[in-house]
Every structure is written in C-alpha cells, then in structure tokens.
C-alpha cells in the first residue's frame, strides 16, 4: 500500500525524520538552499504534509496547488509570518509553529547581541586578526557598561521574560512595553511598565525586540522612534528583520542618533553583501542563529513532526495555529 508522502523542505534532525517515516515516505530537499517556489507547488499537489523552516513562504498560489492533496504544514520556528494563515485555514489545511521550546535559547543571544555590541567583541576581535591591533590603549575599544544600565523591552512574551531576567542578573534596570500589562509579572520580576512606547526608547541604554511579525508592527522601528533614542543607545532584534526599518537604521549609526545595532534578523535575508549596513563598525549581524543550540534545533524539528503524526491519526496537535480546521476534520 502506497504511503502519504511528506516534504521537508531542508535538512533536519535525523530523530524528526526518523518519526515521520513511522507513517510517511519522508521527501526531503537536500539542497543548503531552500527550495524554490515551482518546487514547492509541484511538491503540494502530491503530499500529505509539508514540513517547512521560515525560509518557505506558503503563500495562497502554494496551498491551492495543494488543496486536493495537502493537509497540514508544519513549521520549524515559533513564527509563523512565512505562512498564509487565513487561506490555509479556510482551505481546511491545518498549519502549526514549535513555540516554547527556543525560548531560553533565542534569549541567550540576544544578550550576547548586547554584550558583543556594547563591548566591541566583533571589532576587537576583527583588529587582532587583521594585525591592526598594536598596543593597549586608555581609549580604545571603550564602550558602554551593560552591568547597572537600563534595558527597554518591546514585547514581554516568553523570550522578552527571559532577556529580562537575564538582564537582572547583570544588575539592570528593566523597562517593558506590551500590549497587555503583566502586574504579576511586574511584582515577581520588578520590572517598570511603559504604556507610552516613546518613554522606554527615552530612558533605555538597549531596546531588545521581541515582537511578532504584523501589520502593526512592521517598520516599528523607523526614523521617529530612533531618533527618540539615547545618542549612546543599543538597539538589538531578534524577533524579525521587517519591524526595523534598516535604511531608518543604517542612517541612525552614521549620524550618530544611536550608538549601535546587533541584529539576528535583517529584511531582507539574508542581508545582501553589498548592503551599506555590513560598511559599519558599530552594526553585528548574525545569520538568523537565533535557536541554533544543537538541542533546540532538534527539539524544534522532532515538534514539527509530532504535529505532523498527531494530525494524520486524529490525536491532540502539540501547537497547531488554527484548531478550528482539525475540528471541523473531526
């Protein structure tokens, strides 16, 4: 008897994929580079399911390519801005994300965005191997102490607590803004609300970004916002490269409006070689490495496949983004 087939669209952890061939015969793209869209379509007219990483976009000429055949599409990543979600939805396919599990993870480096910026890290290191190194100097390599500073958070979900209660441990001031007050969470962790976003971009020696991908949201992070900003600030993304605008952004470090940038995500990615942005000193830029710990990107993708499983045998989804559309299947 032939088996449903499932896609995956890169690479992943061999206990994912030995999983998903308890039931499916496992189609993976074994190119380093994501597959193209015409691969994609052609993949959704024959397949069950699609495992997926934030490099696919499931846009709506995908998922009608798959509406007789594709069932449910599983992402490796707790974003979801890569997906479709209203079409999938009303098209009956069932589309899940891997929340929680990179959580401490992503937090990890956004703090060391914030050290590596604030120290110089990246600089230092580039001068020594380059030979342009010579002698200690009073002066140089001098930046801003995180220890005692105060960091303004957007967005205290899951990662935004954790960057928070890190920063506590170096002594810091935390500030947050989100769309709902957390009071309890205020008490437990003594952080300070700012309703008014403008007063944490005024206060904050760091804004680390820990936000969705919405309409709402995309370009936040412009021209007024950072000229709000401390001459001497760090602004730091992890979230998604479209909330900052980067031309906004790269005209803010020259000038001076900002002292710094660490970025995990940039729009678009990855970032083109030519892009002013890489000219700079006081940008670090890491390729999207966010929840790349070797047990994070395992757990992320064994997730991904037990979403898969669960759906395909009428079981509880771990994390699926619309519920309504595997009641409906029952």
């Known amino acids: ?168 441990g170096f002594e810091m001031t935390v500030l947050y803004h989100n769309r709902r007050r957390r009071h309890d969470t205020e008490k437990i962790y003594d952080l300070q609300f700012c309703e008014d976003i403008s007063d944490l971009f005024k206060q904050s020696d760091f804004v680390s970004l820990h936000i969705p991908l919405e309409k709402e949201t995309y370009h936040m992070i412009g021209r007024i916002s950072l000229e709000l900003m401390k001459p001497t600030a760090i602004l730091v993304n992890t979230a998604r490269g479209s909330v900052v605008d980067l031309e906004a952004l790269y005209d803010a470090l020259c000038n001076g409006v900002i002292a710094g940038a660490g970025l995990d995500v940039t729009e678009p990615e990855p970032i083109p070689p030519e892009h002013p942005l890489l000219d700079l000193s006081n940008v670090i830029i890491t390729p999207h490495i966010g929840s790349a710990s070797t047990r994070t990107r395992r757990e992320m993708a064994v997730l991904a496949a037990r979403n898969i499983l669960a759906f395909a045998e009428g079981k509880v989804m771990p994390s699926c983004l619309n519920p309504q559309v595997v009641e409906q299947k029952g």
């Open 1 to 168: 008897m032939t088996r449903p087939r499932v896609f995956v669209t890169l690479p992943m952890a061999q206990e994912a994929m030995d999983l998903l061939d308890t039931k499916f015969d496992v189609l993976v793209w074994s190119n380093d580079d994501p597959p193209p869209k015409e691969i994609l379509i052609e993949r959704a007219r024959d397949c069950f399911a699609f495992l997926t990483t934030v490099e696919d976009k499931i846009d709506e000429i995908i998922l009608m390519a798959g509406y007789h055949h594709l069932r449910v599409i599983a992402n490796c990543a707790v974003g979801f801005d890569n997906f479709d979600l209203e079409i999938g939805t009303k098209l009956g396919i069932a589309m899940c994300n891997t929340p929680g599990i990179l959580t401490k993870t992503t937090a990890d480096l956004a703090f060391a965005l914030i050290l590596a910026t604030a120290r110089m890290v990246v600089q230092g290191d580039r001068d020594v191997r380059e030979g342009k190194w010579r002698s200690w100097h009073p002066l140089a390599y001098s930046g801003p102490d995180v220890h005692g500073a105060t960091i303004g958070i957007i967005g205290l979900g899951q990662i935004g607590l954790e960057v928070a209660k890190r920063a506590l």
